[in-house]
Nanobody, 121 residues
């Protein structure tokens, strides 16, 4: 089971750190992806972090603002978001898979319930 936390209301230009914690199994051998879903839109990929900690941010609009990290001792993966913009407002999800990073929803069999991020003044 994956549980996201750390969402909330933040002003434009602010920062948030989202956490994705696994219970019931160890996350250290899993690739973990982050996705976001804005109202009325499809779920889209943000990033993926490998089991060794290497990561990629996919949307050009998020490169340079978002990064990933993981703490395998705490069974947790993080999405660090800076310089947040109103268009970042969405529900943010983490997802896990065993074999490789994927940029598609179907590439991950395990999902969290999501955490709301609202960027507004």
């Amino acid at each position: 089971q994956l549980v996201e936390s750390g969402g909330g209301l933040v002003q434009p230009g602010g920062s948030l750190n989202l956490s994705c914690t696994a219970s019931g199994s160890s996350l250290d051998r899993y690739y973990v992806g982050w996705f976001y879903q804005a109202p009325g839109k499809e779920r889209e990929v943000i990033s993926c972090i490998s089991s060794s900690g290497g990561f990629a941010i996919y949307p050009d609009s998020m490169k340079g603002r978002f990064t990933n990290s993981r703490d395998n001792a705490k069974n947790t993966v993080f999405l660090h978001m800076t310089n947040l913009k109103p268009e970042d407002t969405a529900i943010y999800y983490c997802a896990a898979g065993r074999y490789a990073c994927s940029q598609t929803v179907g590439g991950y069999p395990y999902w969290g319930q999501g955490t709301q991020v609202t960027v507004s003044s």
